[in-house]
C-alpha cells in the first residue's frame, strides 16, 4: 500500500530528533494516501502500533452521526454495535466530536463513572483515547484506541496522537477536495491567511452595508427574474452574508469547498452556467445533486483588492444568462465590493484610533506599574486579548536576586505549565527579539509537552525576548490557526521594546522598596531581641520576629552537650505551632534533618512532616564566640514568585546579631544564677516559727541590674523568750556591698548570740567594718530584742544611722526608738538604746530608707508609710502585705531596695497542732479534741467549738493540705486562730532570667515570709 510505513515502532523517546524523523514518516505516509480507504488504514495501524493498543478505530462524521470507517483488534460484533451512533451519545468518541477536544481515560474506574455504557465487563478494554479528526474548524471524524489494561499516556504518546490526528484530518480534507471538485477550488487561495483575513474584517462591517447590499440582492434578483440572489463570503467556510428568494437565511454557515461560490471565486472571473447537471465540473456539488442549483450565474466580490466571496442569482431549473444580467450582476458585485471596502476603511480608520487610544492605555498602565508583577499582569492581559490567542505567559527572572515571576493566561493547568517552560526555554540574547515559532520548533523545546497546547487548537507561537540591565523577561503567545501569527509577531516588537524597559525600573523600584524594608525589618527585630536579657524570651522574640515576615514557621535551636534541643518555635498557624514541641522537640530524625541543613544539604517536602506544610528548611547557624550556640531554622512554604525579605545577607545579618544576643542573654541567665545564690545566702532563708509571736518578712531588690542588693534583715532566737531582729542597708551595691552585708549579718548574729545588748552589737559591728580594711563603705543597723511572752513583752532597740521602726497600737501608729550614728563612719560611736512595753497584737515594722524614700516623680512616699501601716489588717502579714501595695500603687519606678520585717506578739500559746489536710473528714475530730484538752470549762469548750467549727467549714471552701491550728490565752480572751506559711510571691517575670535563678528558694529580686491567718477566734474568758 503505498501511504503505509515499511516499519511501526512504538513512540517511547523523548529525543527531539527522532520525534522529528518519527513525524516526518508520519507526513510523508500521508500525503502520500491517494485515497480514503487508503488513509484510514494508515490512522488506525499508526495508532495502534505507536501506542501497543489492543485496538484502534476510525469514526467519520455524517450529519449528526458517527460511523465506523475502519476497526482493527475488536471483535465483530463490538463494531457491528458501534458501526452507527449519534454525536449526542454519552461515548468518548462523541465527547471528543462535541468538545472537539482529545479525551484521554486511563482507569477503568473513571471509564465506568464518565462511560457507563462501556463498561469493562462489557467490552473488555479498561483505558482508551478518543482524538478529534478536524480540518480548520470543520469536525470530521474522530480516532479511537483501546487498552485491555490501565494506561497513563505518556506526554510524547499524546504529541504524537494529536499530531497523527491532525494530519489525518489535513490529509482527509484534501483526499475528499479532490473527489469533490476536480480541481474547480482553488485550495490555495481559500486558505491564504491574507484573504482570510480581510474576509474577517469584512465580516465586522457587514452589518452596517446592511442596507446596501439588501438592496442590491433585491434588484438582482428582480432583474434577473432569478429565484434566488445571494452574497457569500467565504472563509474557513462559507457564510450567507445576505439573500433573497430561497437562499440559505444570512448567517447560514456551510462548507466551503461544497459551494459553488467558492468555485466563482477560485475562476476569478464570473461563473455562468444554465445547467449544472451537464457540467460535469459541477455535478459533484452537494447543491446541485440536492436540486436546488441548476441554473447559476456568480461574480466574485474584492475588497481592496482582494477577493472575499460572490455575488450570485441561481435557480432550481435550467435555464440561460443574458449578458445585460451578467453585466449588472458584476456591476453590482463591484459596488457592492466598493461598499464593503469604503465600510472597510472607515472601521479601519476607527481600529486604528481605538488601537492607538488602547496603546496608549497600555503604556500609560505599564509606567505607573509599580512593582514587577504588576508589569507581567499588564503584558499578559495585553496580548491575551487579541484574536486567536490560545494561552499567553510571561516569565520574568532577576538574575542578580535569583527571583523569578511567572504568570500564565490558560485555562488548562497542563497547557499554562508548558507555556511558562516555552517563555523560560530558548536562548538568551542580549538584544530584544521576537521569534515566530512554528510547531517544529516548539516541539524542539518541549517534546512531549508539546501536547497540552495541541489540546488547546494552538499549532505555533510567537515568543518575545526583552533582556534588561536589571530584569530579563520572555512574553510567548501559543495561537490558534485562525490566528495572524505575522501582526501578532508585529505587535509584540513594539510591546517587549517597551516592557522591557518597564521591568527594569519595576524591578528597580521592587529592589529598593526589598532594601528598605530588609533595613526597616532588620532594625526593629534587633530592637526587639535587645529588648530582654531573658533567654527564654529572647529565643521566642527571634522566633516571633521570623514569623510571617521570613517565612511561614521558624524554629530556635540551642547547642547543647550532646546535641541541639528545641528552645523557641513560631508558626503562622496556631494548630501547627501547638504541634511543633510535643512532636519535633524530642524528634531524633528531625533534628538529624535539621542538622543536615545546617551542614549545606538540601532538604525536600518529602523528608518534611507533612502536617508542617513546608516545602524545605532552610537553616542558619548561631555563632558567638567562636562557638556554635545554636540555629535558626526557617519553615518556607513553596515560592509564590515574589521575592522574599530573607536573603542570604539578611540572614547571615541577622544569625549574627541574634547570636551575640542569644549568648548576652546566657551570660546574663548564668551571672543571673550566681548573684541570686550569693543574694540568698545573705538573707534568711526562713523565719522561725515562734508560737506566741507573728512574724512576716519582705525583700526587694530595687536595681535589676546584675550585682547584689545591700539590704537585709535577720531573725535571732536566744534563748525561749528572748528574740532579736535585726535590719540593715549597706551602702553601696555589688561585692564589696555584698561583703559588707555578710559582714553584718554575720558580725550581728555571733554577737547577738553571745549575749550583747542591741547598743553593744551595733558596737561590735561598727569594729568589725572599721578593721575589715580599704572597703571604705558605710552600713545603717538596727537590732531589736524582745524579751518576753506573747501577752506581755518589752522592746529594747538601737539605731545606727537606720530609719526607726513603727510601731501600732490601738488603731494608732507612731515612731519609736532614738537615731544613732552610721555604722563604720565613727571610731567610738554612741549608740543609746530605748525601751518599749509590748502588748498582744501590738504590731512593731522595721524597715529600709527604700520604702520611705520610693519615688512618683519629685514626690516621696515618706509619711504615706505610717497611714499604711495604720490601715493595714491586724496579723503581721497583713501589714507587710498592705504596705508593700501602698508602696507599689504610689510609686512609678523601683529605684532602691525595699526591705521589712514586721512582729505581732499574739499571745500566750496553750497548745497547736497541724492538721495534715484540712479537707479531711477526720480533721473537725482532730480540732475538737485540741480544744476540750487546752480550755477550762465544757461551757466554754462548746462555746468556742461551735465558733472554731463554723471557722473551719469556710477555710476548708478555701484552702487545701497542710493548716496548723493554734490555741492561744490573751488578756480577758481565748483565741483560736488557722493559719499557714504565705504563699510566696511568683518570681517577677520583667526581667526573667529565673531560668536558672528559681531554682534558689526565693527569687534574687524578691522575698516574702510570714504565716497567712485563715481565720481566728475569740471568746471573752468571763465564758470560763
Known sequence: MSGNLSS???????????????????????????????????????????????????????????????????????????????????????????????????????????????????TEYLALAALPIMSGQSMLGVLGISFRE???????????????????????????????NDGVIDAALVADPVRRRTVSEVLTVIDAARDAIDRSIALAQTFC????????????????????????????????????????????????????????????????????????????????????????VYDRIPRPWSERQQQLLTDLASAIGTELTLRSI???????????????????????????????????????????????????????????????????????????????????????????????????????????????????????????????????????????????????????????AVLDRAATYERHQLATSRAAF????????????????????????????????????????????????????????????????ND?????????????????????PAWLGAERLRSTPLWARGKLIGAIILLEAAPDGLPRLADETLLADLSAHAAITIDNALLYTKRTAEVAALQHRLLPPRLPFLPEFDLAAFYEAGDRSLDVGGDFYDVIAVGEDRLVLVIGDVCGRGADAAAITGLARAVLRTVVQDGASPARALERLNDAMRSAGDLG????ALVAQIDGRGDASSLRMAAGGHPLPLLRRAGVTREIGRYGPMLGMLEAPVFREVE??????????????????????????????????????????????????????????????????????????????????????????????????????????????????????RVQLSVTGPVHVEVLRVPGAWRVKFSRPAPRDRPDRRRSAMTAAAAVPGSVYRVRHGLQILESVEVAAHDE
Open 225 to 312: 427574474g432569478a429565484g434566488s440572489a445571494q452574497l457569500s463570503l467565504i472563509g474557513d467556510d462559507q457564510m450567507v452574508a445576505g439573500g433573497s428568494g430561497a437562499a440559505p437565511s444570512v448567517g447560514s454557515v456551510s462548507p466551503a469547498d461544497e459551494s459553488l461560490c467558492t468555485v466563482t471565486m477560485s475562476l476569478r472571473a464570473p461563473l455562468v452556467v444554465v445547467d449544472a447537471l451537464s457540467d460535469d465540473r459541477l455535478t459533484s456539488f452537494p447543491p446541485v445533486r440536492a436540486g436546488d442549483v441548476r441554473a447559476y450565474l456568480g461574480v466574485p466580490v474584492t475588497v481592496g483588492g482582494v477577493l472575499v466571496g460572490t455575488f450570485c
Open 777 to 780: 563603705e558605710l552600713c545603717t
Open 522 to 585: 532588620l532594625t526593629a527585630a534587633l530592637a526587639q531581641m535587645e529588648a530582654s536579657l531573658d533567654v527564654d524570651e529572647t529565643l521566642q522574640r527571634m522566633a516571633r520576629i521570623a514569623v510571617p515576615a521570613l517565612a511561614e514557621g521558624c524554629l530556635v535551636y540551642l547547642a547543647e552537650s550532646g546535641g541541639f534541643r528545641l528552645a523557641a518555635a513560631s508558626h503562622l498557624d496556631a494548630r501547627v505551632e501547638k504541634r511543633i514541641r510535643p512532636e519535633l522537640g
Open 836 to 953: 518599749v512595753q509590748l502588748s498582744c497584737d501590738d504590731v512593731v515594722l522595721l524597715y529600709t530608707d527604700g520604702v520611705t524614700e520610693a519615688r512618683r516623680g519629685s514626690e516621696f512616699f515618706g509619711s504615706r508609710l505610717v497611714t499604711a501601716v495604720t490601715e493595714a489588717g491586724r496579723w503581721a502579714e497583713q501589714t507587710i502585705a498592705h504596705t508593700v501595695q501602698a508602696v507599689e500603687e504610689f510609686r512609678n519606678e523601683a529605684s532602691d531596695d525595699v526591705a521589712m520585717l514586721a512582729l505581732r506578739p499574739k499571745g500566750r500559746s496553750v497548745a497547736r497542732i497541724e492538721v495534715p489536710d484540712v479537707r479531711d473528714p477526720s480533721s473537725r475530730t482532730t480540732v475538737s479534741s485540741l480544744l476540750r484538752q487546752s480550755l477550762p470549762g465544757s461551757a466554754l469548750t462548746r462555746r468556742l467549738t461551735r465558733s472554731v467549727s463554723a471557722a473551719l467549714a
Open 8 to 122: 511501526v515502532v512504538p513512540v517511547a523517546t523523548d529525543d527531539a530528533e527522532s520525534l522529528h524523523q518519527r513525524l516526518d514518516m508520519l507526513r510523508a505516509a500521508c500525503s502520500a494516501a491517494l485515497s480514503v480507504d487508503e488513509l484510514i488504514v494508515i490512522a488506525v495501524s499508526q495508532a495502534k502500533a505507536a501506542t501497543q493498543s489492543a485496538g484502534g478505530v476510525l469514526f467519520l462524521l455524517d450529519g449528526d452521526e458517527l460511523t465506523v470507517a475502519a476497526g482493527a483488534g475488536y471483535p465483530p460484533e463490538l463494531l457491528a454495535e458501534w458501526s452507527r451512533f449519534p454525536v449526542s451519545a454519552n461515548t468518548p468518541a462523541s465527547d471528543a466530536a462535541r468538545k472537539r477536544r482529545a479525551q484521554w481515560v486511563s482507569q477503568p474506574t473513571e471509564k465506568a463513572r464518565r462511560y457507563p455504557e462501556l463498561a469493562a465487563e462489557r
Open 588 to 608: 531524633p530524625v528531625f533534628v538529624r534533618l535539621m542538622e543536615s541543613a545546617l551542614a549545606g544539604s538540601a532538604t525536600t517536602r518529602d523528608q518534611l
Open 346 to 500: 472607515i472601521a479601519r480608520d476607527a481600529g486604528l484610533l481605538d488601537a492607538a487610544e488602547a496603546h496608549v492605555h497600555l503604556l500609560e498602565s505599564l509606567t505607573a506599574a509599580e512593582g514587577v508583577r504588576q508589569a507581567a499582569s499588564v503584558l499578559l492581559a495585553a496580548v491575551s486579548d487579541m484574536d486567536g490567542v490560545a494561552g499567553a505567559a510571561v516569565v520574568v527572572k532577576d538574575e542578580q536576586t535569583n527571583v523569578r515571576y511567572e504568570q500564565v493566561h490558560c485555562s488548562e493547568p497542563n497547557a499554562a505549565a508548558a507555556l511558562a517552560m516555552l517563555a523560560e526555554r530558548g536562548p538568551a540574547p542580549d538584544s530584544v527579539t521576537v521569534r515566530s515559532l512554528a510547531l517544529s520548533d516548539v516541539i524542539d523545546l518541549l517534546l512531549g509537552d508539546a501536547a497540552s497546547l495541541l489540546e488547546l487548537n494552538a499549532s505555533q507561537a510567537v515568543k518575545a525576548v526583552m533582556p534588561g540591565r536589571v530584569m530579563s523577561g520572555s512574553l510567548v503567545v501559543a495561537l490558534t490557526g485562525q490566528a495572524d501569527a505575522e501582526q501578532m509577531r508585529r505587535d509584540l516588537v513594539d510591546l517587549a521594546h517597551f516592557g522591557g
Open 150 to 180: 490501565s494506561r497513563e499516556f505518556s506526554p510524547i504518546e499524546r504529541l504524537f496522537l494529536l499530531l497523527l490526528a491532525e494530519q489525518v484530518g489535513i490529509t482527509l480534507d484534501r483526499i475528499r477536495a479532490a473527489d469533490r
